[in-house]
């Protein structure tokens, strides 16, 4: 493999041979691009395509032993290359070091979760009405499966559809996002160097309007897991509608922090922060409105704003607080939703410019940043920034926390403080969201309990993650076996 290789068609590294250019740049230093080579065409989709396919029917047949076997080493592959992974991440996505190294850990253990799959995603016997009949389920793989994926966790979101597909006997093809190839080709290499046989996994990168599209409306797939924007998430929903096949949809949020008045205000002044500012805001579950009892919204207010002020700007790799926006695109971004926010009437208290009077060509940094005065028929309540931009919206009792909290197209994740447990029950009942936290930050999310959201932010077919996560990767056929 050479330095432009990016494409990974039936155990081969591949250059691109359309006419899309990429370049990779650090987001902490723009200026000097880390590589640039050619994306894949749409011929090499649809190869990569015939490849999965042609290889489907073999890794189906393989037993559970050899496809755990491949799983294990990989994850130990992705232990012993621990340091080196999470630099490439930072390097590319921009976080700071010690998240990625956090992710890269994560996606061994998602690979040891996952591999269990390869023996335990179980049909069941069932009693039978007919003596002579045996009834009972079978799980099959789909076949191909099309894994499409965000820049934002670039190593454990590829990890977490590629590692069930592969576990329950599909074969893929994945598009990971045209700003974070680096990482998934190093997760390649390494299913690879493992001993994943040729076709199983197949890499191409290149744009989703272009690649992602020429693989989505390929008939030989066979399902679809997307983790994406909103938008985008329901134009490839729309885009397969026709065909029928399983498809999945993780989406974007608008995720809601509410603090009740018995809540202990400096743990939710830091869970505020931690969910708003920490990845930069980057996250599908992060923090972007805090909902407040008028009366601890001076004092969760103060708390918060300090907790920005106080928070390390700096280059990923020097590993600060918080890194910069992953590209120019989610920078302007940020600022536009700023201005916006000023211009709807909210009160800016602290951030909204770059960190210790950086210039617009020197990275894509922005100060934490955060708004009072913001009422929920403002843009700034509605939309999702994805960056470290946080709203206060003041509330004056727990049913109007609730309505509040619910009134966005979205429904990732939220999070209640409080010290009362009938509220926290309330909460649970009231919220529409698919992650609730009580007392907990909005973001963060363990491996072994299903993770996906509600309305715009999921098609709600199936939680990805948990011990169930291969029910989308898999058929149930029923079957009535009578001897003759
Ligand atoms: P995005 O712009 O929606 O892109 C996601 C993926 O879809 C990329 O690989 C992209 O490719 C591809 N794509 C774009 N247009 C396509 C098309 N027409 N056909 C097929 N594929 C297409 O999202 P992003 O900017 O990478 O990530 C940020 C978003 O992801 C946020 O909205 C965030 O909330 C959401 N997110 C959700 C979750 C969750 O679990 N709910 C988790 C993380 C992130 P290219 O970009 O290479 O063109
Ligand atoms: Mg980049």
């Known amino acids: ?53 042609a290889a489907s029917g073999t890794w189906a047949a393989t037993t559970p032993d050899e496809r755990d076997a491949v799983m294990y080493a990989v994850a130990d592959r992705i232990d012993d290359h621990h340091a080196e992974l999470a630099e490439t991440l930072t390097r590319e996505e921009g976080k700071p070091l010690s998240s990625s190294r956090a992710e890269v850990g994560r996606a061994a253990e998602l690979f040891r979760f996952f591999a269990s799959f390869a023996r335990t995603a179980a049909g069941e016997t069932l009693p039978s009405s007919d003596p002579e009949t045996v009834t009972y389920t079978v ?26 597909a592969v576990a329950t006997g599909n074969t893929v093809v994945f598009k990971p996002s045209s700003e974070t190839p680096m990482i998934a080709r190093a997760l390649v290499e390494h299913l690879e160097a493992a001993g994943l046989p040729a076709g199983v996994v197949n890499l191409v990168v290149g744009s989703g309007s ?10 030989r797939i066979d399902g679809v897991s997307f983790t994406g924007s909103t938008d985008v998430g329901r134009h490839i929903a729309e885009t397969v509608a026709g065909r029928g096949i399983p498809t999945q949809t993780e989406m974007g949020g608008k995720n809601p922090q509410v603090v009740l008045p018995d809540a202990d205000i400096q743990k939710a002044a830091d869970a505020a922060a931690a969910g708003a500012f920490g990845l930069t805001g980057q996250a599908c579950t992060a923090t972007s409105r805090l909902i407040v009892h008028e009366e601890v919204l001076a004092e969760l207010t103060d708390a918060v704003v300090a907790r920005a002020e106080d928070m390390q700007t700096g280059p990923g790799m020097d590993d600060p607080d918080m890194g910069p926006a992953v590209s120019a695109a989610q920078d302007e971004t940020n600022f536009r939703y700023i201005e916006v926010a000023e211009d ?91 992650v609730v936290k009580i007392n907990g930050t909005t973001t963060g999310s363990q491996i072994q309990m299903p993770f996906g959201g509600m309305k715009a932010s999921s098609s709600e077919t199936q939680k990805e993650l948990g011990h169930r996560a291969y029910e989308f990767y898999t058929h149930k056929k029923a079957v009535y076996r009578t001897d003759p």
């Open 1 to 53: 493999m050479t330095d432009t290789q990016f494409q990974y068609i039936d155990g081969e590294w591949r250059d691109g041979d359309s006419d899309d250019e990429l370049t990779i740049r650090d987001p902490a230093a723009p200026d000097d691009p880390i590589v640039s080579f050619t994306g894949a065409s749409r011929g090499q989709a649809a190869d990569a395509v015939a490849a999965a396919e």
């Open 139 to 164: 799980r099959e793989p789909l076949g191909v499966v099309a894994l499409v994926t965000p820049w934002n966790f670039p190593i454990a979101t590829p990890t977490w559809k590629l590692a069930a």
């Open 210 to 219: 272009t690649v992602g599209d020429e693989i989505l409306t390929d008939d």
């Open 344 to 434: 709807e009437g909210a009160t800016r208290l602290t951030g909204g410019g770059r960190p210790d009077g950086r210039g617009d060509d020197a990275g894509y940094f922005v100060e934490p940043t955060v708004f009072t005065d913001v009422t929920s028929d403002m843009r700034i309540a509605q939309e999702e920034v994805f960056g470290p931009v946080l709203s206060i919206l003041s509330v004056s009792n727990f049913e109007e926390a609730v309505r509040v909290a619910n009134d966005v197209e979205y429904g990732l994740s939220a999070s209640l403080f409080t010290s009362d447990m009938a509220s926290a029950r309330r909460f649970t009942d009231e919220i529409d969201a698919g």
